[in-house]
């Protein structure tokens, strides 16, 4: 069974531009989740998908950030424009539903720089 | 809300040797699931264990296993006879038992980074 997969592995930026990243989940996982990793610390929730639509964004930066999973299957998550700050892992996760005793399983994560 | 806290930043076993890392956790809650994540410099993380708050079995999965003391709201992790490939950072994470979405996510503590000596 093929994993999360998520692409790109590393990201450099200059501030104030924008980034995307991508993630496609774990095929026939209804929930997606994305996670922001700052460094020294743990992941932290930034939006749940449940299919294609939105089940929490409260931690979402909206001004800056979003992020779309228009057919239920593949996610895309952008930063328009970045600050330094945002420089951080972001870890994208899927699990089989909702349901509280499903396993979320992670991707290998994109690497963030902003410079 | 809930929160998760490892205290211990860095740890550091013999190989073969037994370490346990330690977490503690709040909430108000009295059904929900505590999990050890490991976390390779891959980045990718990877489930250790699971427990389930109802259980009052600890957990065990091969050369782990863990100490679940819910009244003290404790969660300690296990390794034995641990190996080189064992050294990564390991995360504690608390999940509500509640279906409701907003629910479903995970409240991850800092992270403890574990360092095997050959």
């Known amino acids: 069974e093929a994993g999360v997969a998520q692409s790109p592995r590393y990201k450099i930026i200059e501030k104030r531009q924008s980034v995307a990243f991508w993630c496609n989940p774990i095929?026939?996982?209804?929930?997606l989740y994305w996670y922001q990793q700052i460094l020294g610390q743990g992941p932290k929730l930034l939006i749940q998908?449940?299919?294609?639509?939105?089940?929490?964004d409260s931690q979402l930066p909206k001004d800056r950030f979003s992020a779309e999973r228009l057919k239920g299957v593949d996610s895309t998550l952008k930063i328009q424009p970045a600050k330094l700050e945002d420089s951080a892992v972001y870890l994208c996760?899927?699990?089989?539903?909702?349901?509280?005793?499903?396993?979320?399983?992670f991707g290998a994560g994109t690497r963030l720089s902003v410079l | 809300a809930q929160t998760v806290t490892q205290s211990q930043p860095e740890m550091s076993v013999q190989e073969a040797e037994t370490v346990t890392l330690s977490c503690t956790y709040d909430?108000?809650?009295?059904?929900?699931?505590l999990f050890w994540y490991k976390q390779p410099p891959s980045r990718q993380m990877i489930l250790v264990i699971r427990?389930?708050?109802?259980?009052?079995q600890n957990a065990t999965e091969n050369r782990f296993s863990v100490n679940f003391q819910k009244a003290a709201k404790s969660f300690s992790l296990k390794i034995s006879d641990s190996q080189l490939g064992d050294a990564a950072m390991y995360f504690c994470?608390?999940?509500?038992?509640?279906?409701?979405?907003?629910?479903?996510?995970?409240?991850f503590g800092k992270g403890i980074t574990l360092s095997v000596r050959p």
């Open positions: 996760a899927s699990s089989l539903d909702l349901a509280a005793k499903n396993i979320q399983y």
């Open positions: 095929s026939g996982h209804a929930t």
């Open positions: 998908f449940q299919n294609n639509g939105v089940v929490d």
């Open positions: 909430t108000s809650e009295s059904d929900y699931y």
């Open positions: 427990q389930e708050a109802y259980k009052q």
């Open positions: 994470a608390y999940r509500s038992a509640l279906r409701t979405g907003a629910n479903s996510k995970l409240t």
